[in-house]
């Protein structure tokens, strides 16, 4: 699954291997702590938490911001290697997440 401005889109590169269960409810409420910003926002801010905690190098420790991977273009082979996991991360972890509680909000919504 990806994410597309008008939404949530199926997973463009494969098939994604099962979340591991200790992580759906890590992901779960962080996604919820975070249901003011739009879906796309919310998916990039567990994402990066997610992504912080496999590598803490990537976190400044003065400014407590992640430093940001260039694009895909301009990376280097280590970089490359850690933008497609960063979007493993989003496609196969964060996404399948939020979309499922999009639909059960959904249901619970179409019951009131």
């Known amino acids: 699954m990806y994410v597309l401005d ?11 291997p099962p979340i591991p269960g200790a992580e759906v409810p ?9 249901s003011n910003l739009s879906s796309r926002a919310r998916v990039n801010e567990v994402t990066d938490v997610l ?3 496999r ?3 990537r976190l400044n ?4 911001e992640f430093k940001k991977l260039p ?4 990376a280097k082979a280590t970089e490359v290697q850690l933008i497609q996991e960063w979007g493993h991360i989003r496609d196969c ?5 939020e979309r499922e509680l999009q639909r ?6 179409q019951k009131k």
């Open 93 to 97: 972890m964060v996404l399948p997440v």
């Open 6 to 16: 008008s939404g949530l889109g199926d997973f463009p590169r494969g098939q994604c």
């Open 104 to 109: 059960i909000r959904a249901k619970e919504k």
């Open 71 to 74: 694009s895909l273009r301009s």
């Open 26 to 34: 890590k992901i779960i409420s962080a996604l919820d702590k975070l």
């Open 61 to 64: 420790t003065t400014t407590l």
């Open 51 to 53: 992504f912080i905690n």
């Open 55 to 57: 590598h803490p190098d």
